[in-house]
T-cell receptor
Framework: GAGVSQSPSNKVTEKGKDVELRCDPI?????LYWYRQRLGQGLEFLIY????????KSGLPSDRFSAERTGESVSTLTIQRTQQEDSAVYLC?????????????FGDGTRLSIL | GESVGLHLPTLSVQEGDNSIINCAYS??????FIWYKQESGKGPQFIID?????DKRQGQRVTVLLNKTVKHLSLQIAATQPGDSAVYFCAEKPDTGNQFYFGTGTSLTVIP
C-alpha cells in the first residue's frame, strides 16, 4: 500500500534499554510528525519535520528522546535509557507540507512496552 | 497551552440512528480543523476537515459543523453503522505554527 508504514508494530524491552522506532511516510510528503498516545488518551505532539529539518522540537519530553529524518523520507525516533513511563503507542503521520491546512495521514503506530 | 476537549467521553447509539460528536476548542485563532476516527490497534484515520472560512462541510454520511462564535465543532454521522464504532478525535491547527492539537476522544459504540 501507499500509506504511512511504521516498524516494529510492537516492541517490548527492559527498562534502561535504548529503542529505535521507524517511520516510512507517504512518498512525496515533505512533512512528518511524531506523536505519543498513552492508553485511553489523546495524541501528544512530540516533533515534526519539514524536509529533513526539525524546526519544532518542543514536544520532546526529555533529552532521552531524539529523532532524525534523512532523504526527506524515513524517520527514526530514538528513546535512550527507556523508562516505564515511556510505554505508549508512538504514531507517525505525514502530510504534503506543513501549514496551509494539510491533513495528516497516520501509520498504525508502534506499541512500546517497557518492563 | 492549547485546549481541545470533547463534551462526552462515550456515546452509544442504535444502528441506523444519527450520531453527533461534539468538540470544544480554545484558540479562536485556529483556522483548520480535522476529525479523525481511530479503531482499536490502528492509527487515526482522516474523516473530514474544515477551514475556518466555512461553517459546514459534508462528506459521505458525515457532516462537520463549525461555530466559531462559541468555538465549537461537531461531527454528524448519518445512519450510523456498526463499522462506525471507534474513538473519534477532533484536532485543531492554529493559524501560526504547524502543530495540531488533539482532543482526548469520544468513544462511539453502535448497538446493532
Amino acid at each position: 500500500g501507499a500509506g504511512v508504514s511504521q516498524s516494529p508494530s510492537n516492541k517490548v524491552t527492559e527498562k534502561g534499554k535504548d529503542v529505535e522506532l521507524r517511520c516510512d511516510p507517504i512518498s512525496g510528503h515533505t512533512a512528518l510528525y511524531w506523536y505519543r498516545q498513552r492508553l485511553g488518551q489523546g495524541l501528544e505532539f512530540l516533533i515534526y519535520f519539514q524536509g529533513n529539518s526539525a524546526p519544532d522540537k518542543s514536544g520532546l519530553p526529555s533529552d532521552r528522546f531524539s529523532a532524525e529524518r534523512t532523504g526527506e523520507s524515513v524517520s527514526t525516533l530514538t528513546i535512550q535509557r527507556t523508562q516505564q513511563e515511556d510505554s505508549a503507542v508512538y504514531l507517525c503521520a505525514s502530510s504534503l507540507k506543513t501549514g496551509e491546512g494539510q491533513p495528516q495521514h497516520f501509520g498504525d503506530g508502534t506499541r512500546l512496552s517497557i518492563l | 497551552g492549547e485546549s481541545v476537549g470533547l463534551h462526552l467521553p462515550t456515546l452509544s447509539v442504535q444502528e441506523g440512528d444519527n450520531s453527533i460528536i461534539n468538540c470544544a476548542y480554545s484558540n479562536s485563532a485556529s483556522d483548520y480543523f480535522i476529525w479523525y476516527k481511530q479503531e482499536s490497534g490502528k492509527g487515526p484515520q482522516f474523516i473530514i476537515d474544515i477551514r475556518s472560512n466555512m461553517d459546514k462541510r459534508q462528506g459521505q454520511r458525515v457532516t462537520v459543523l463549525l461555530n466559531k462564535t462559541v468555538k465549537h465543532l461537531s461531527l454528524q454521522i448519518a445512519a450510523t453503522q456498526p463499522g462506525d464504532s471507534a474513538v473519534y478525535f477532533c484536532a485543531e491547527k492554529p493559524d501560526t505554527g504547524n502543530q495540531f492539537y488533539f482532543g482526548t476522544g469520544t468513544s462511539l459504540t453502535v448497538i446493532p
